[in-house]
């Protein structure tokens, strides 16, 4: 019998799940979410939610696109979508301030054009969007439901833990989304976000509907949230302006904090501190590019990517580019100029020495770093020095990790324990790397990677190595 694979973090939807067969994407629904599809479909609402760009393209799918078997084995009374496959996964906590923001704009566009055919998104989870380079994209269709009244969003509580009070957080405290996304699938609580920005801060006028007020009522007694909900859920109510209001509020708000985040880390600021003569950094430039037009990587990974000089260069040849640095305003001012250009680059905010694990129920649901992120071809630029001193690296654990990332290609930049940054990172360290050189690179790179060329930079202290994987 043919095999299906269910999607391991889609089971919390009684009324939808993902599966794959046979390297595609399908989503099961319920009659009622099928319903709301067909209404959508109708109206043309769906065609251009994906001409827009806002959801992924989708298409009912055939009886003869799913094998009788394994029609047989779905459950009863439900219907099949085919979804595009989207390669790039990500998670809300290897995004950058503005990524989190661009994907909470996502929910209250859709949840606009929804309430006009008389729908709503049921979930406003972060989890609902993948990244397809800078362009956020809506995955979750089985959240579309017909809501008992349209005057209220049932699913604002949880927009506000999934993307408005960990952006508070961040803007105001300075709080990672790791730490808010890791320690918990479901964001961050009202009365997380209320000691986080304390009384007056809530209190004031940005914050008192969505965090004061409803750490207010989250503080209710057993029985009196019962008959909040019984009220709310009082069918009668169809007036949408009601409920637009307060969506337009939500967006003006989002808009505000994107506006008021500035970048200010020193990586970010990295290209106008780095110890290069001009002469090496347009030599390095052209190597780059000349590796690029002889290999014409599909798709390149830059790891420790800061601002992302060398993925622009990446994309502009025409690869599909995963960006990754540990620090979150370099991946931010990334983020703001690819998005700006529309280059087909992911920026992830993520620590390759210390990767995200796998999540969730089984520690499935989220699957771990590692086994998303990779290219035809990795660039390790300027990082080789920080995986040894910083992260305390040995070798063999640099080449493993690197032959994990990388299907073909490895272009490594071979840094001399005397270079300037070198020694910046050994300033209040033990020197135990005097004796480190290029051969020792090599040779402790050489159970997974055979060196192709070397390409010396101006100066002598800097290398290019180009490397293939055994």
């Known amino acids: 019998m043919s095999e299906i694979q269910r999607e391991s973090g889609s089971f919390r939807d009684p009324a939808s799940f993902v599966f794959y067969h046979e390297g595609r994407v399908f989503r099961c629904v319920d009659e009622e979410t099928w319903s709301c599809l067909n209404d959508m479909t109708k109206a043309g609402l769906l065609s251009r939610m994906i001409e827009g760009g806002l959801v992924v393209a989708t298409e009912g799918s055939a009886g003869g696109d799913i094998p009788a078997d394994i029609q047989s084995i779905l459950p009863p009374g439900t219907r099949c979508l085919r979804h595009r496959k989207i390669q790039q996964i990500s998670y809300p906590y290897e995004w950058s301030f503005s990524m989190l923001a661009d994907a909470a704009l996502l929910h209250l566009d859709i949840q606009r054009m929804l309430i006009e055919k008389g729908l709503a998104l049921k979930d406003a989870s972060a989890f609902n969007v993948l990244f397809e380079g800078c362009q956020p994209v809506f995955i979750d269709l089985g959240s579309i439901e017909r809501p008992a009244r349209s005057d209220i969003w049932f699913a604002y509580g949880q927009f506000c833990r999934m993307f408005l009070y960990p952006l508070l957080a961040k803007l105001h405290r300075g709080m990672d989304f790791r730490q808010v996304f890791m320690g918990s699938l479901d964001g961050l609580q009202v009365d997380q976000a209320y000691r986080m920005l304390g009384f007056w801060k809530s209190f004031a006028p940005?914050?008192?509907?969505?965090?004061?007020?409803?750490?207010?009522?989250?503080?209710?007694?057993?029985?009196?949230?019962?008959?909040?909900?019984?009220?709310?859920?009082?069918?009668?109510?169809?007036?949408?302006?009601?409920?637009?209001?307060?969506?337009?509020?939500?967006?003006?708000?989002?808009?505000?904090?994107?506006?008021?985040?500035?970048?200010?880390?020193?990586?970010?600021?990295?290209?106008?501190?780095?110890?290069?003569?001009?002469?090496?950094?347009?030599?390095?430039?052209?190597?780059?590019?000349?590796?690029?037009?002889?290999?014409?990587?599909?798709?390149?990974?830059?790891?420790?990517?800061?601002?992302?000089?060398?993925?622009?260069?990446?994309?502009?040849?025409?690869?599909?580019?995963?960006?990754?640095?540990?620090?979150?305003?370099?991946?931010?001012?990334?983020?703001?100029?690819?998005?700006?250009?529309?280059?087909?680059?992911?920026?992830?905010?993520?620590?390759?020495?210390?990767?995200?694990?796998?999540?969730?129920?089984?520690?499935?649901?989220?699957?771990?770093?590692?086994?998303?992120?990779g290219g035809e071809m990795v660039f390790a630029l300027a990082l080789i020095h920080h995986l040894m001193v910083t992260a305390c690296m040995p070798l063999e654990a640099i080449s493993r990790l690197f032959a994990q990332l990388t299907e073909t290609w490895l272009v490594l930049e071979y840094i001399d324990p005397q270079d300037g940054m070198f020694r910046e990172l050994l300033a209040i360290r033990k020197d135990y790397f005097s004796g480190f050189s290029i051969e020792k690179l090599e040779a402790g790179l050489s159970d997974h990677f055979g060196v192709v060329s070397r390409h010396p930079l101006p100066g002598g202290l800097r290398t290019l190595l180009v490397l293939k994987k055994k």
Request: hydrophobic share 40%; proline share 4%.
């Open 206 to 373: 940005g914050s008192f509907l969505d965090v004061f007020m409803q750490n207010l009522f989250a503080g209710k007694k057993v029985g009196q949230a019962t008959q909040v909900g019984q009220s709310l859920r009082v069918e009668g109510k169809t007036d949408p302006a009601v409920q637009l209001v307060n969506l337009n509020r939500l967006q003006r708000k989002i808009e505000g904090l994107k506006k008021s985040f500035r970048v200010g880390s020193m990586w970010s600021e990295y290209g106008d501190i780095r110890n290069y003569s001009d002469q090496a950094i347009d030599e390095k430039k052209r190597v780059v590019r000349e590796i690029l037009n002889q290999y014409r990587p599909r798709s390149v990974l830059d790891v420790g990517c800061n601002t992302g000089e060398f993925s622009f260069m990446a994309a502009e040849a025409g690869a599909s580019v995963m960006a990754v640095d540990y620090d979150h305003d370099a991946v931010e001012a990334l983020y703001r100029t690819a998005k700006r250009k529309k280059m087909n680059i992911l920026p992830l905010v993520a620590d390759l020495s210390n990767p995200s694990p796998g999540l969730g129920l089984f520690c499935e649901e989220r699957q771990p770093l590692l086994n998303r992120v």
